[in-house]
């Protein structure tokens, strides 16, 4: 039985882990991956990377998710330390209110019955004893556990790749595809700029905030937005950190140590579409690789901390960068198949790219490979964002 030929665009985690789970169906899968930079760069070099036994970032509906996920990079980790980037630091999820208390509350029980730790803390006592820098007053109580942090997005997508091509993937690097041949409403291939022509069965666009363009070459409008994703490292006034920074989740922002300093961002589903200071279609082959940050974002964040971590308010800025995050309206991944045969999209993660890619992929290979979905797949498929 011949190879199918599956040509993967976009070397960052997405493009990454479909090229791993791919390598999986032993002997059934020529794949090929076309980076333009280097493998985990671009976007997924600036992602946070957390990924957190229970806070807003996934519904618990996808719980499932989320644990195959985490429980992915640990195994990384068990095989190779490092190779995840993993700092178990630990997570504080605020509850503003009681629609998030709730929300915590149940991702603590499903945390819990996964055979982790998960505590709801009313004690505000304790809550300072875990952040002591952090304000208790106006909120209900925090979920903490000691058994997460965060992982290095680059270090997953690297070592992913080497999985992969040590089962037979290829991986192009500085090479950037320039046109994507279809015929007849069907894919047959692609183009890239040394000029080389390449023939595929599948193209799968993992390309994140640059899918809007790669789209264009097939005449597929991607429907995404970009939105802003502003990081600012933060060095604690006059002192270094002198007990473990758990990465921190309000609504509005998260946290997370990065060294001697602080990392902080708005959160992702905080972003207003609507709003074009957070979101718009802009160039992310424009972006600065450092700076080109807005004063709105860094004087909304110390706003932020001024009113929940006033312990850190004064902290002085020591750098700064400027993602730009792939969301589509309903701020949940395109996945699968388009109107364009053979066309797919592994896109729109936005801020969670790290947490849900393990899943995303795996079931995205079983559907290239078998034509069978699954329903995360029907969840998160093309059809769901077209205009009635």
Request: some cysteine.
């Amino acid at each position: 039985m011949a190879k199918k030929k599956i040509g993967i665009i976009g070397g960052g985690i997405s493009g990454a882990g479909l090229a791993y789970h791919l390598s999986l169906y032993e002997g059934e899968a020529d794949v090929t991956v076309f980076e333009k930079d280097t493998i985990g760069g671009a976007s997924t070099a600036k992602s946070a990377g957390t990924v957190c036994l229970f806070d807003d970032s996934l519904k618990n509906r996808y719980w499932d998710v989320r644990l195959y996920g985490f429980e992915s990079y640990l195994k990384m980790e068990e095989e190779e330390k490092g190779s995840a980037g993993f700092d178990k630091t630990g997570t504080l999820v605020v509850a503003t209110n009681e629609e998030v208390e709730k929300v915590i509350k149940t991702g603590i029980a499903l945390a819990k019955a996964a055979g982790y730790t998960g505590e709801y803390i009313t004690d505000k006592d304790r809550i300072k004893e875990i952040l002591p820098d952090i304000s208790t007053e106006n909120i209900l109580g925090a979920g903490y556990t000691e058994d997460d942090g965060y992982f290095d997005g680059t270090m997953i997508s690297n070592t992913y790749m080497k999985k992969a091509q040590k089962n037979g993937v290829t991986v192009k690097t500085g090479v950037k595809v320039t046109d994507v041949k279809v015929v007849d409403n069907k894919v047959k291939g692609l183009t890239t700029d040394d000029g080389a022509e390449y023939e595929f069965d599948v193209v799968v666009d993992c390309t994140g905030p640059w899918s809007k363009i790669t789209g264009d070459m097939v005449g597929l409008n991607v429907p995404i937005w970009h939105t802003k994703a502003e990081a600012f490292f933060l060095c604690p006034p006059g002192k270094k950190l002198d007990y473990t920074f758990p990465v921190l989740k309000y609504p509005e922002f998260y946290a997370l140590r990065a060294g001697d300093n602080i990392f902080i961002c708005k959160s992702h589903l905080s972003m207003d579409l609507n709003n074009p200071m957070h979101a718009g279609q802009w160039d992310p082959d424009k972006l600065p690789a450092t700076g080109g940050t807005d004063d709105y974002f860094i004087d909304f964040l110390l706003d932020q901390l001024d009113a929940k971590v006033p312990g850190i308010v004064d902290s002085g800025l020591v750098s700064s960068w400027l993602s730009y995050r792939a969301e589509p309206k309903d701020f949940w991944p395109v996945l699968g198949k388009t109107p364009v045969e053979g066309y797919m999209l592994s896109t729109g993660f936005g801020g969670n790219g790290v947490i849900e890619v393990p899943a995303a992929t795996r079931d995205l290979a079983k559907l290239i490979m078998r034509d069978e979905s699954t329903p995360l797949l029907e969840n998160w498929a093309f059809e769901r964002l077209l205009e009635d």
